[in-house]
């Protein structure tokens, strides 16, 4: 017990000197996305109350709230229920909790987005997730052996094909029209799919019709390819944008991606066309990493392909929790918010919210 106190009085003054090295943050985004695994924030009102209160007494801005995961909506969608049969996941038994989180967060003064957290992926491990892919078949990703496109885990849909992205834009508009959330956010998962995709029919007999009846190349990664699969997806971001915008105007579109050029490499994200084409009101590169030196080189990576006029949209996210197992050091904490500082980022945003739970004193000031 004494090592205990001992230690979250170590983390009370490592925080408090986070604090006081900081400016007074009034111009800083400060926020954090809030799951729906390894994380009870989203199961009834009650939690939803104190996750907000919890936000709101360590000074952050802005929540990012989980509504779309392993092939069904966290809120109550008819776009879900006309697709695959089931309106919200059974995990909530009719609670609305982003319904919750617009209410809680605005009387507290916080903004929320709707995070749409799998994106084009519609199963983690299991193919069969929900019975996506038995209804739409034709909607799969394939690899160049003809084989469902996975990685890492999850299954991916065909993000080209036109289907599969007029069901992305649904959920989206369904959520900006029923719900005064501030923003809506795609992360590595929206707009993407991993490079080694293109190989379905679909894709084929596009790439076909706009190369003269040349089939694909043998190699997934080839740099023309990559460019070309990348510039689909562009194409629905942009396209994705305006439709929200046209929706509700002052509706934000953030994104979180990688940080480029792997983004780009490994899951056809060419994020930094998307702020320079006007499709990212902000984007969010996680730059998740577990010491200080990796940090601070993918940081300086980032810096030099942000140019100084785009630092009002573009924001680190930083990785202070993992499950169960992981919480960052208060030290480490430290040294990635005065790096952020150091080279002119104005914020960052937490993954995720558990690392604020019993905080002995705020980071923010």
């Known amino acids: 017990m004494l090592v205990y106190k001992k230690n979250l009085l170590l983390m009370g003054l490592l925080l408090l000197g986070i604090a006081q090295a900081q400016d007074t943050h009034n111009d800083l985004l400060r926020g954090t996305w809030i799951t729906n695994v390894a994380s009870e924030a989203m199961l009834s009102k009650e939690k939803v109350q104190e996750t907000v209160a919890n936000c709101k007494k360590n000074k952050l801005t802005d929540i990012f709230v989980v ?43 916080l903004k929320v987005h709707a995070w749409f957290e799998f994106g084009f992926s519609y199963a983690y491990k299991d193919s069969t997730n929900k019975g996506w892919v038995q209804k739409y078949p034709q909607w799969a990703g394939r690899n ?42 795609g992360d590595d998962r929206l707009p993407a799919m991993p490079a080694e995709g293109g190989y379905d029919n679909y894709t084929i007999a596009l790439y076909k019709k706009e190369h003269n009846g040349a089939a694909p190349p043998a190699n997934a990664k080839d740099s023309a390819f990559i460019n070309w699969k990348a510039g689909k997806l562009n194409t ?47 984007v969010f590169p996680q730059l998740y990493r577990y010491d200080i030196k990796a940090y601070e080189r993918i940081l300086k990576e980032l810096d030099a392909i942000v140019p100084p006029s785009y630092k009002n949209k573009v924001f680190p996210g930083i990785l202070t929790s993992l499950g169960d197992g992981y919480r960052v050091k208060p030290e480490l904490l430290q040294q990635m918010m005065e790096l952020n500082r150091k080279h002119g980022f104005k914020g960052e945003v937490w993954f995720y919210y558990e690392s604020f739970r019993n905080l002995p004193v705020t980071p923010y000031q």
């Open 144 to 185: 160049a052996k003809g084989e469902l496109l996975q990685k890492n885990g999850f299954f991916w849909w065909n993000a080209i094909n036109p289907e599969v992205q007029q069901l992305l834009t649904e959920l989206v508009l369904e959520v900006v029209k029923n719900y005064k959330v501030d923003g809506v956010q």
């Open 236 to 282: 629905f971001g942009k396209t994705l944008y305006a439709a929200v915008k046209k929706t509700r105007k002052e509706c934000l579109v953030t994104w979180a991606p990688s940080l480029y050029p792997w983004s780009k490499e490994q899951y056809l994200q060419d994020w930094p066309a998307w702020v320079a084409g006007g499709y990212a009101d902000m």
């Open 67 to 109: 509504v779309w995961n392993n092939g069904v909506t966290m809120y109550p969608s008819e776009v879900n229920k006309k697709y695959i049969g089931i309106k919200q996941s059974p995990v909530y038994k009719g609670f609305d909790p982003l319904a919750a989180f617009v209410a809680e967060g605005h009387k507290a003064g």
